[in-house]
């Protein structure tokens, strides 16, 4: 029996250029000549020669929800696809590897919008983030905002810069560089440089945005973001114990956190600014505080953060299995605690905090049965007493800490 190495691929994905077909490669041609169908969006199809005889379907709208039925009505077909660049940057050969698995595809990429922009700028992969903003809310770059720093980012189309350079100057990075690059290796190739005070421009279709950033320090890429950087009613968790919890909750890439009794959202917002493939599902039973998260999210650069309005533990039923999990408020319910050690992954993390006698009785007990770290953490600020300054006291946080075997 072969190897899932040894099998025939279910689809190849070809990388196509900006410039059409001039730099795709003999034996990519010949992959096309022999298919029984060719999909791709309408830019792709409408280059195929009129002496091709194939079929040809371009990609359904909505892609997700109806690619599995696509792929079904043509199985058993020589399937090929048609991609810009490298289609595993921000294309569909990721999407169509995700439903079929890495041995079902084969990738043979053109190159890339960012390796031609890095070239055009002259700046080393090393030296820069990307960020794509096709298909996704384009406050992720904010995210990336740091003096000095360097963005290349995927334009979901003309209007990108313009909503970038918005973005931008709204969060004091109004002197940032950019520079927009249009229709990358063709002969209509483009580069118009303004600030994001001052961009005024037009852009093509195809463009790919290089920012080089001007701007204060405003956020770290480290947990404890100062507190007035969340809009919130009270109900936060303070940077200092925040930056404790985050700790010990070890943010992991490609790893889930649930945020259960979220408030503002500041420990599921850090979990998720602490690398681009955390993620969060953050849980709230008040309303208000619920879109208040999905403002904070947005506007510290991660927008995909979710928020599921409703309250613990019924709210978590649904949820996907979590790689850890951080209770802020409410651990007291009837059946939280258990709910969440028992979906928690192996290896997983649980941190809870409490200010109450009860909760911390509760941890207490969830200490003495399951082991872990018990702290009591007390934060004293200086603030003015007359004339004089003094130590005023937070109120005193008990946090439970324990990982999952």
């Known amino acids: ?86 289609p595993l940057v921000s294309g569909i050969g990721s999407t169509l590897i995700a439903l079929l698995g890495e041995g079902a595809v084969r990738i043979e990429p053109a190159l890339s919008s960012v390796a031609l922009a890095r070239a055009r700028m002259a700046w080393p992969s090393e030296s820069l983030d990307v960020v794509s903003v096709v298909g996704r809310d384009p406050h992720a770059v904010l995210r990336t905002l740091a003096p000095g720093h360097r963005v290349i980012v995927l334009s979901a189309g003309a209007h990108t810069p313009t909503e970038l350079a918005g973005l931008l100057a709204e969060a004091g990075y109004g002197d940032t560089v950019m520079t927009v690059l249009g229709n990358l290796g063709t002969a ?94 953050a849980v709230e039973s008040d309303a208000e505080r619920a879109g208040r998260i999905g403002r904070n999210a947005g506007r510290l650069g991660v927008p995909t953060l979710r928020v599921v309005h409703g309250r613990a533990p019924d709210a978590l039923a649904d949820l996907p ?35 109450t006698l009860e909760t911390e009785s509760l941890l207490a007990t969830a200490y003495g049965a399951r082991g872990g770290e018990l702290t009591r953490l007390s934060v004293e600020h200086a603030a003015p007493i007359g004339s004089f300054s003094g130590w005023t006291p937070a109120r005193a946080v008990t946090q439970w800490s324990w990982s999952k075997p």
Not at 25 to 54: C, F, K, Q, Y
Not at 223 to 245: I, M, N, Y
């Open 321 to 355: 299995a979590p790689d850890a999990v951080f209770v802020g408020g409410g651990a007291t319910a009837p059946g939280l605690l258990d709910a969440c050690v028992d979906r928690l992954a192996p290896g997983g993390r649980l941190v809870v905090h409490g200010v």
């Open 1 to 86: 029996m072969p190897s899932p190495d040894d099998r025939e691929p279910l689809i190849t994905v070809i990388g196509i250029g900006a410039d059409g077909w001039t730099s795709v490669p003999e034996a990519s041609w010949r992959r096309l000549l022999t298919a029984d169908v060719i999909l791709g969006g309408a830019r792709h199809l409408a280059m195929l020669p009129d002496t091709l005889d194939v079929v040809r379907e371009p990609w359904p709208s909505p892609l997700r929800d109806n690619l599995p039925a696509l792929l079904q009505r043509h199985a058993g077909r020589d399937v090929v696809a048609l991609a810009s660049g490298d």
């Open 188 to 281: 209509d190739e483009s580069r118009v440089e303004a600030t994001a005070a001052t961009w005024e421009g037009s852009a093509p279709a195809l463009n790919v945005v290089a920012f080089e950033l001007r701007g204060p320090v405003v956020a770290s890429w480290t947990a404890g973001l100062p507190d007035d950087v969340f809009e919130h009613d009270g109900q936060l968790t303070k940077r200092d114990l925040r930056a404790s919890a985050l700790a010990r909750l070890a943010p992991q890439p490609g790893q889930l956190l649930w945020d259960v009794g979220a408030g503002a959202g500041s420990v599921g917002i850090e979990w998720m600014r602490a690398h681009p493939r955390c993620w969060t599902i």
